[in-house]
């Protein structure tokens, strides 16, 4: 994606602008808190890139760009070390260890969208819930008015890594359940590329898809942002998705790269990515 979301963000990169989902340069924005060496050590521990990590002004850690992990969820993954992660990777599809126990069967989740987004967003969360429930996958997506297992917040997520972010999860399954949600940025970058419902439509979609289990397509390297940064297998894992392409040639989209394309569609290997999987 262009964007950087995510339990992770997304960010944009379209036309030579980067939105970091996504980044971009802003005023409006929080400042991070420095990094210490003990800091570095513990994102390292969890298997991240230490590199790609920041920590925000509430002591919490931005990894990625889009997942927000407390300092106990990153101590808790440092122990952990899957037998299945796999650190091989152009732009494939990619899974955590971690993901949304079906019971066998088809599991509901219910998501909410938050108060004081403006009317469009509502438009798009409920194409991106169509567009996953169409693919006829063994979890489904619900639309509540109250509670929620995935609730969807608004705040000002302010830049990284050069780009603007557009939305933030926060963090992958746990337990057998999805992410309790994710956050959408109210920055004016932001907002200025989230001004159509086609727009909220691509960035809820891929915030979900951190909330069910899914790393960037483009982990190893972060060639939509344009980098060559790898984020890091870390303790939830890195598994290839079997039957996704393990090379690329030319410009390759993903509902789940990076940096967003500006483009709310699945293609085919995100469709068999998800089929595969749920």
Same mark, same amino acid.
């Given at each position: 994606?262009?964007?950087?979301?995510?339990?992770?963000?997304?960010?944009?990169? *379209?036309?030579? &602008?980067?939105?970091? +989902? #996504?980044?971009?340069?802003?005023?409006?924005?929080?400042?991070?808190?420095?990094?210490? !060496?003990?800091?570095?050590?513990?994102?390292?521990?969890?298997?991240?890139?230490?590199?790609?990590?920041?920590? %925000?002004?509430?002591?919490?850690? *931005?990894?990625?760009?889009?997942?927000? *992990?407390?300092?106990?969820?990153? !101590?808790?993954?440092?122990?952990?070390?899957?037998?299945?992660?796999?650190?091989?990777?152009?732009?494939?599809?990619?899974?955590?260890?971690?993901?949304?126990?079906?019971?066998?069967?088809?599991?509901?989740?219910?998501?909410? *969208?938050?108060?004081?987004?403006?009317? =469009?967003?509502?438009?798009?969360?409920?194409?991106?819930?169509? @567009?996953?429930?169409?693919?006829?996958?063994?979890? !489904?997506? !619900? @639309?509540?008015?109250?509670?929620? /297992?995935?609730?969807? %917040?608004?705040?000002?997520?302010?830049?990284?890594?050069?780009?603007?972010?557009?939305?933030?999860?926060?963090?992958?399954?746990?337990?057998?359940?999805?992410?309790?949600?994710?956050?959408?940025?109210?920055?004016?970058?932001?907002?200025?590329?989230?001004?159509?419902?086609?727009?909220?439509?691509?960035?809820?979609?891929?915030?979900?898809?951190?909330?069910?289990?899914?790393? =960037? %397509?483009?982990?190893?390297?972060?060639? +939509?942002?344009?980098?060559?940064?790898? /984020?890091?297998?870390?303790?939830?894992?890195?598994?290839?998705?079997?039957?996704?392409?393990?090379?690329?040639?030319?410009?390759?989209?993903?509902?789940?790269?990076? #940096?967003?394309?500006?483009?709310?569609?699945?293609?085919?290997?995100? &469709?068999?990515?998800?089929? %595969?999987?749920?």
């Amino acid at each position: 994606m262009k964007k950087i979301i995510g339990a992770t963000f997304l960010t944009l990169v *379209l036309g030579g &602008i980067v939105f970091v +989902s #996504c980044k971009k340069s802003s005023t409006d924005e929080p400042q991070a808190q420095p990094m210490t !060496q003990e800091d570095k050590l513990m994102v390292t521990a969890a298997g991240f890139n230490s590199n790609w990590s920041e920590k %925000t002004i509430d002591g919490n850690y *931005l990894i990625e760009g889009d997942i927000l *992990l407390s300092k106990t969820q990153l !101590q808790e993954m440092a122990g952990v070390a899957p037998a299945n992660e796999l650190i091989v990777a152009n732009e494939e599809h990619y899974r955590t260890t971690n993901l949304v126990n079906t019971g066998g069967g088809v599991r509901v989740i219910t998501v909410r *969208l938050g108060s004081g987004f403006p009317a =469009h967003y509502s438009t798009g969360l409920d194409q991106a819930l169509a @567009r996953y429930n169409g693919l006829g996958l063994n979890v !489904q997506f !619900q @639309r509540v008015s109250s509670g929620g /297992e995935i609730v969807i %917040t608004g705040a000002n997520l302010g830049r990284s890594g050069g780009g603007c972010i557009l939305g933030q999860a926060a963090g992958f399954p746990t337990n057998g359940n999805p992410s309790a949600g994710f956050t959408l940025s109210t920055t004016k970058c932001a907002t200025q590329y989230l001004n159509t419902a086609d727009k909220a439509d691509e960035v809820i979609a891929h915030e979900m898809g951190h909330c069910i289990g899914f790393r =960037h %397509t483009d982990y190893m390297n972060r060639a +939509s942002c344009g980098q060559n940064s790898n /984020e890091g297998a870390a303790g939830v894992g890195a598994v290839w998705i079997t039957g996704t392409p393990t090379t690329v040639a030319g410009n390759f989209n993903s509902w789940m790269m990076a #940096c967003t394309n500006g483009s709310p569609v699945f293609g085919p290997e995100d &469709i068999l990515a998800l089929q %595969t999987i749920y």
